[in-house]
């Protein structure tokens, strides 16, 4: 039998799992600006006893490549991660190409991760391209052969729904992702080319609208079902 505590303590249960999806929706529309962030879905279900569950699940499809026109920017065509090294050696991956040279000519990221494991550019180099491939090309003198410098690791996993997504864009490997296996001869970057998110900005907002009207109703039913207890208690007493 259904008790008016009971049916007030599955709504509140259900509102805060309403909650919980609003927050995952505007953390996608937040990011809409950040290069290759995937989207966070918060896949709700009904139990059997009528509690709101949800599932969480990354949408690891690519997003849309933009030309930049900047030299040091680079995409992924198709499935694949870059892996980069932090200062203290923990590798993550990454789709997002976004890249500068620091001041001891390695390429790394917006944030300071070593492209691979070091990629460094000469000095006063002339001419400056990266092949579909990932070799970084490098000209000395105008007119002369470009030299390889290096080559931008593209790695794919087994099953990478289950990579640990942190700092928006990056990736940690898990047990349940796989080892990465390094693609040779990839053919798959684009030079002078970002990945944008794959969010559907619109879709999210209308998301947060039904989200809104959903949650208001919950609250309005939470307190039908306060007055209506109050009042048995009154009777009661």
């Given at each position: 039998?259904?008790?008016?505590?009971?049916?007030?303590?599955?709504?509140?249960?259900?509102?805060?799992?309403?909650?919980?999806?609003l927050?995952?929706?505007?953390n996608?529309?937040?990011?809409?600006n950040?290069?290759?962030?995937?989207?966070?879905?918060?896949?709700?279900?009904?139990?059997?006893?009528?509690?709101?569950?949800g599932?969480?699940?990354?949408?690891?499809?690519?997003?849309?490549?933009?030309?930049?026109?900047?030299?040091?920017?680079?995409?992924?065509?198709?499935?694949?991660?870059?892996?980069?090294?932090?200062?203290n050696?923990?590798?993550?991956?990454?789709r997002d190409?976004?890249?500068k040279?620091?001041?001891?000519g390695?390429?790394?990221?917006?944030?300071?991760y070593?492209?691979?494991?070091?990629?460094?550019?000469?000095?006063?180099?002339?001419?400056?391209?990266?092949?579909s491939?990932?070799?970084?090309?490098?000209?000395?003198?105008?007119?002369e052969?470009?030299?390889?410098?290096?080559?931008?690791?593209?790695?794919?996993?087994?099953?990478?729904?289950?990579?640990?997504?942190?700092?928006g864009?990056?990736?940690?490997?898990?047990?349940?992702?796989?080892?990465?296996?390094?693609?040779?001869?990839?053919?798959?970057?684009?030079?002078?080319?970002?990945?944008?998110?794959?969010?559907?900005?619109?879709?999210?907002v209308?998301?947060?609208?039904?989200?809104?009207?959903?949650?208001l109703?919950?609250?309005k039913?939470?307190?039908?079902?306060?007055d209506?207890?109050?009042?048995?208690?009154?009777?009661?007493?």
């Amino acid at each position: 039998m259904t008790t008016f505590q009971g049916l007030l303590r599955k709504n509140i249960i259900n509102a805060n799992t309403q909650f919980e999806r609003l927050a995952y929706v505007s953390n996608n529309i937040a990011n809409m600006n950040t290069t290759a962030y995937k989207g966070v879905t918060f896949e709700q279900y009904l139990t059997a006893d009528g509690y709101l569950k949800g599932v969480v699940k990354h949408d690891q499809r690519p997003g849309k490549l933009m030309v930049t026109g900047n030299k040091f920017d680079f995409g992924i065509e198709g499935q694949g991660y870059v892996p980069v090294t932090s200062e203290n050696g923990e590798i993550k991956y990454t789709r997002d190409g976004s890249m500068k040279q620091n001041k001891d000519g390695y390429l790394i990221t917006t944030d300071g991760y070593l492209i691979g494991d070091g990629i460094k550019l000469p000095i006063n180099y002339e001419d400056f391209s990266i092949k579909s491939n990932g070799d970084v090309m490098v000209t000395m003198v105008r007119g002369e052969k470009p030299l390889k410098v290096g080559t931008i690791p593209v790695v794919v996993f087994q099953n990478p729904d289950e990579l640990e997504c942190i700092d928006g864009n990056k990736y940690l490997q898990t047990e349940g992702s796989g080892e990465p296996l390094l693609l040779v001869n990839s053919d798959r970057v684009a030079h002078q080319k970002l990945e944008r998110t794959n969010v559907n900005t619109f879709g999210e907002v209308q998301k947060v609208m039904r989200l809104n009207a959903s949650m208001l109703a919950s609250m309005k039913m939470m307190n039908v079902i306060n007055d209506m207890y109050e009042k048995s208690i009154n009777l009661q007493g």
